[in-house]
C-alpha cells in the first residue's frame, strides 16, 4: 500500500477496503504512524489508544471476512472532539476540571459511529470547554496550523480540523456553537459542516450553549462529509431537542441534485474587517457559479450587526447555566486547600477553570441575574428570532446563501489572546447560522499570498443538508484547492 495512505478520502479508503485491497488494520497502523510522526508538531490530540482502535480494527476486518460489513463507514478510524463521549475514554473538554475524567457512557454519535462499523480514533484537543476561536483556550496545549505551525488552527474544534488537515485522521467529529467546526475547517484547507439544530443527537456532548450546540463532520470532501453526517443524524429520544425527520443517504440523494442553483449573497457579509484577499477569493467563488448558470441575487439580512452582541449574551447565559453542574462534589476537580462545602464550590471553579471560561460564566451569570434578565437575556431572544426571521424571508427568493467563513485567514498564535473581542469578531460570520439554527457548510476555496487557506461559506434552509451539499460540492469539483496539502 502507498504512503500516503493517510491522505486518501474516506470514500476512497471505503472502495479499497470493500474491494479487500487494504485491510481496516493495514489502514489503522497507516493512521497510527502518521499521527506519530507529526502529532508532536501539530498537537491535534489529547490522547489515543493505540491498542483499543487496533482492536477495533481488528473487529472489523473479522466482520468482512465473514461478510458481515456494517457499511461504508466499518473500519474508517473517526476522531472525536474531546467534549463528545465515549465509553472508557477520557472526556476532559480540554480542562484541568476534568482532566482525570473517564466517560462511563456513550454519546449518541458515539453509538451510531459503532453501529456503523467506524473505529473510534482518540480524543481532539479543543479550546477549553469548546469556548474560543483559536484552540490557544486548552488547557493541555496548543493546537497548531498544519498549513503554518506559528498560527492557529481556528476554534473550538482546532484539534478534529488540524487532524484531518494533517493526515492524522481521515474524519472526524467537531462540535459548533457559533463557528466552531466551519472556522477551523475554512483555516485548515478541509469540510467542515454544522447540521441543522435537532439533525444530530446533543446527548453525551459536554454542553456549552444548549440552544446553539450542534455536532457535525469534518472530512477532506463534500462527499466524505455527507457520508459521516448520514451516520450520526437522525431522531433520539434521549435528546429533547432532537427533530422527528427522516434522514436521507446524502450521498445517493446529492449526486442528483446538478442545479442551477438560486443563490444569495448578504451584503452586510462583505464590508469592514473582511480581509482582501479572502474577499477576492470568495467572490471568485461567487463568479463560478454565474458561469454555471446559477442566478446570483444580493439579499440582506438586516439584523445581522446585532448578531454578535445577541449570541455573546445567549451563549454566556446558558454557558453559566451548564456549567454550574462543575462544583466539586459530584465529579470533576476538587480542591485540596478546601476547609468546607462552600469553599470546596468557590476554590474548586477558581482552579478548574480557565480565564476565558471564567469569562463567560461571569457575563452569563450577570445577563441572567435579577434586575438584567429582561434587559439583556430577554431582548436578545427576541432580536435572535428577527435574525432568523431574515434568513427564513432571504430564503423566499434564494435556495442559499454564499459568505466567506471567516473574515481573515489563520492568525497568528498570541496574536489575539490579549484582546478577547478581537477574537470574537473570529466568528462574524458563522453565529447568524446557529443563532437561527440553520445548516452551514465551508469548503476550501483559496489561498493567501502567504500561503494560508481561505474557505467559502455555503447557508442552506433548514434541513435541505442535500441541497447544501449539492451545492458546495459542485464547486468543489471543479477546483482542486483541497489537494493543496500541507507541508508537514
Known amino acids: 500500500m502507498s504512503s500516503d495512505l493517510h491522505y486518501k478520502t474516506a470514500t476512497e479508503l471505503t472502495e479499497l477496503l470493500a474491494d479487500k485491497k487494504l485491510s481496516s488494520v493495514e489502514l489503522m497502523k497507516s493512521v497510527i504512524d502518521r499521527t506519530k510522526a507529526v502529532d508532536g508538531r501539530v498537537k491535534a490530540f489529547n490522547s489515543y489508544d493505540e491498542k483499543d482502535a487496533l482492536a477495533q480494527a481488528k473487529a472489523s476486518d473479522d466482520r468482512r471476512a465473514r461478510g458481515l460489513s456494517a457499511g461504508p463507514l466499518d473500519g474508517i478510524p473517526v476522531g472525536l472532539k474531546d467534549v463528545i463521549a465515549v465509553e472508557g475514554q477520557p472526556l476532559t473538554a480540554s480542562s484541568k476540571m476534568l482532566a482525570n475524567f473517564v466517560s462511563p457512557y456513550d454519546s449518541t454519535v458515539t453509538k451510531k459511529l459503532k453501529q456503523a ?23 493541555f496545549h496548543t493546537t497548531r496550523n498544519p498549513y503554518d505551525l506559528e498560527r492557529v488552527p481556528g476554534g473550538s474544534s482546532g484539534g478534529s480540523a488540524a487532524a484531518v488537515s494533517a493526515g492524522e485522521a481521515p474524519l472526524a467529529l467537531g462540535s459548533d456553537t457559533g463557528g466552531s467546526i466551519r472556522q477551523p475547517a475554512a483555516l485548515c484547507n478541509v469540510v467542515g459542516m454544522k447540521p441543522t439544530y435537532g439533525l ?12 446553539l450546540d450542534q455536532i457535525g463532520p469534518f472530512a477532506r470532501s463534500v462527499d466524505d462529509a455527507a457520508l459521516l453526517l448520514g451516520a450520526i443524524a437522525g431522531h433520539d429520544p434521549l435528546d429533547s431537542t432532537s427533530f422527528k425527520t427522516e434522514v436521507p443517504d446524502y450521498c445517493l440523494e446529492l449526486a442528483k441534485r446538478k442545479g442551477p442553483w438560486r443563490l444569495g449573497i448578504a451584503k452586510e457579509y462583505f464590508g469592514e474587517g473582511l480581509d482582501p484577499e479572502v474577499g477576492a477569493a470568495v467572490q471568485a467563488a461567487v463568479e463560478f457559479y454565474r458561469k454555471q448558470g446559477c442566478e446570483i441575487k444580493e439579499v440582506s439580512l438586516p439584523h445581522t450587526e446585532y448578531a454578535l452582541d445577541v449570541y455573546y449574551i445567549i451563549a454566556t447565559a446558558e454557558c453559566s447555566s451548564n456549567l454550574a453542574r462543575y462544583d ?15 469553599d470546596i464550590y468557590f476554590k474548586s471553579r477558581a482552579e478548574g477553570f480557565g480565564p476565558e471560561v471564567k469569562r463567560r460564566i461571569i457575563l452569563g451569570t450577570y445577563v441572567l441575574s435579577s434586575g438584567y434578565y429582561d434587559a439583556y437575556y430577554l431582548r436578545a431572544q427576541k432580536v435572535r428570532t428577527l435574525i432568523r426571521q431574515d434568513f427564513l424571508d432571504a430564503y423566499q427568493s434564494v435556495d442559499a446563501i454564499l459568505t466567506p467563513t471567516s473574515p481573515t485567514p489563520a492568525f497568528k498564535v498570541g496574536e489575539k489572546a ?54 458546495a460540492r459542485s464547486y468543489e469539483q471543479a477546483h482542486e484547492w483541497g489537494s493543496r496539502l500541507p507541508a508537514l
Open 418 to 471: 490579549a484582546n478577547p473581542l478581537a477574537m470574537y469578531l473570529s466568528d462574524i460570520y458563522t453565529i447568524g447560522v446557529n443563532l437561527a439554527g440553520l445548516p452551514g457548510i465551508s469548503v476550501p476555496c483559496g489561498f493567501s499570498k502567504s500561503g494560508l487557506p481561505i474557505g467559502l461559506q455555503v447557508i442552506g434552509q433548514p434541513f435541505k443538508e442535500t441541497e447544501l451539499f449539492a451545492i
Open 328 to 342: 466539586g462534589i459530584r465529579y470533576g476537580h476538587r480542591s485540596k486547600e478546601a476547609t468546607d462545602a462552600i
Open 117 to 139: 462499523g467506524a473505529i473510534c480514533w482518540g480524543r481532539l484537543n479543543l479550546d477549553e470547554f469548546a469556548m474560543g476561536s483559536s484552540t490557544e483556550n486548552s488547557a
Open 200 to 211: 444530530v443527537s446533543r446527548y453525551g456532548l459536554i454542553a456549552f450553549a444548549s440552544s
